[in-house]
Nanobody, 134 residues
Framework: QVQLAESGGGLVHAGDSLRLSCTASGRGFAIYAMAWFRQAPAKERSFLARIDSGGSTTYYHESVRGRFTISRDNTKNTLYLQMPRLRPEDTAIYYC???????????????????????????WGQGTQVTVSW
């Protein structure tokens, strides 16, 4: 079981960039597909992006596809989310999460809930706040 800790959030202006990190401790980071979610005030936690255990396949929510980039470095037990051109509507708490072992090959076109439903993920970090102002 891994423990996850996010970092890299902060207060920025619209148009700025941030790179979030999610560092794993414990065993087995490299066997888990990983994802990023965010939760804005008074809203549900929403899926942003997912990457397979090896780092070769990614999947994005349409709202951030083409702008955010998820990546990982298994030698450093770290997951990343690169966020350029930030907007005030990106203000939220950002979370990383680990998916159950064996879910790398699930086709999101057929089983999208495995990707976007927070209930499908078993381990979460504590979150990092991102605030984007004008």
């Amino acid at each position: 079981q891994v423990q996850l800790a996010e970092s890299g959030g902060g207060l920025v202006h619209a148009g700025d960039s941030l790179r979030l990190s999610c560092t794993a401790s414990g065993r087995g980071f490299a066997i888990y597909a990983m994802a990023w979610f965010r939760q804005a005030p008074a809203k549900e936690r929403s899926f942003l992006a997912r990457i397979d255990s090896g780092g070769s396949t990614t999947y994005y929510h349409e709202s951030v596809r083409g702008r955010f980039t998820i990546s990982r470095d298994n030698t450093k037990n770290t997951l990343y989310l690169q966020m350029p051109r930030l907007r005030p509507e990106d203000t939220a708490i950002y979370y990383c999460a680990a998916a159950p072992v064996g879910t790398d090959d699930i086709d999101p076109r057929q089983y999208r809930s495995y990707y976007v439903d927070p209930q499908r993920y078993h381990t979460w970090g504590q979150g990092t706040q991102v605030t984007v102002s004008w």
